[in-house]
Structure formats: C-alpha cells, structure tokens
C-alpha cells in the first residue's frame, strides 16, 4: 500500500552534518505520520523524530533535541532528517517508518518501513 525509500546515509566526521530523505509512495493518504527510527548494532530500534502528514507537528527522542530536525513536503511526498552535530554514537541504520493512527513513536506500532540507510560517524 505504501512504499518508503530511504536515501543519504553516508560517513560523516563527528560534528558533521548529513540530510536523510525518504520517499513515499502509493497510498499515501492513509498515513497519519511518518518518523525515524535507528538501530545500532547489538541495540533495539529506537525512535528518533516523527511528524504529522497533515499538520506537521513533530516529536523528538531527547537525545536527538536541538541537534535533529525533521521535515515533510507534501509537494513530493517526502520527509527529511536534518542532522547536525552528530555523534559517534548517532552511528546506526536509519529507518523511515509510516504510521496509520496516532501511535507513532513506538517501533512495533509503526504499518510501513523501508529497508534503512546506513549512517556512520567517526570519532
């Protein structure tokens, strides 16, 4: 119903910056919200930042606060992470995620992911 395409992971110098995008595609309408999700190796996937479709209200983990920010264009069916400052241990695969009802920052309630982009940041 819903496709999701991950793209700009790369490796970035700590204190660096990179802008991850994520296409949408086929039944878009159906999606209350879209987020980010990572998991690091040996970890579980956690949230990282979310933003309403429709309203554009967003939601961040703590540890992304200040240093992430997440965006949508509704032109092109596409949401961004802008992520500035990283951190060694920002290192991990990000996932896109989209969410059919309001619950959308918990990994196992999310309807739609893609396959991940990997982000690597060194020391």
């Known amino acids: 119903q819903v496709q999701l395409v991950e793209s700009g992971g790369g490796l970035v110098q700590a204190g660096g910056s990179l802008r991850l995008s994520c296409a949408a595609s086929?039944?878009?309408?159906?999606?209350?919200?879209m987020a980010w999700f990572r998991q690091a190796p040996g970890k579980g996937r956690e949230f990282v930042a979310a933003?309403?479709?429709?309203?554009?209200?967003?939601s961040y983990a703590n540890f992304v606060k200040g240093r992430f920010a997440i965006s949508r264009d509704k032109v092109t069916n596409t949401i961004f992470l802008q992520m500035n400052s990283l951190k060694a241990e920002d290192t991990a695969v990000y996932y896109c995620?989209?969410?059919?009802?309001?619950?959308?920052?918990?990994?196992?309630?999310?309807?739609?992911w893609g396959k991940g982009t990997l982000v690597t940041v060194s020391s």
């Open positions: 995620a989209g969410s059919l009802e309001g619950d959308y920052t918990e990994a196992n309630a999310m309807d739609y």
């Open positions: 086929g039944r878009t309408y159906s999606i209350y919200a």
């Open positions: 933003v309403t479709w429709s309203g554009g209200r967003t």
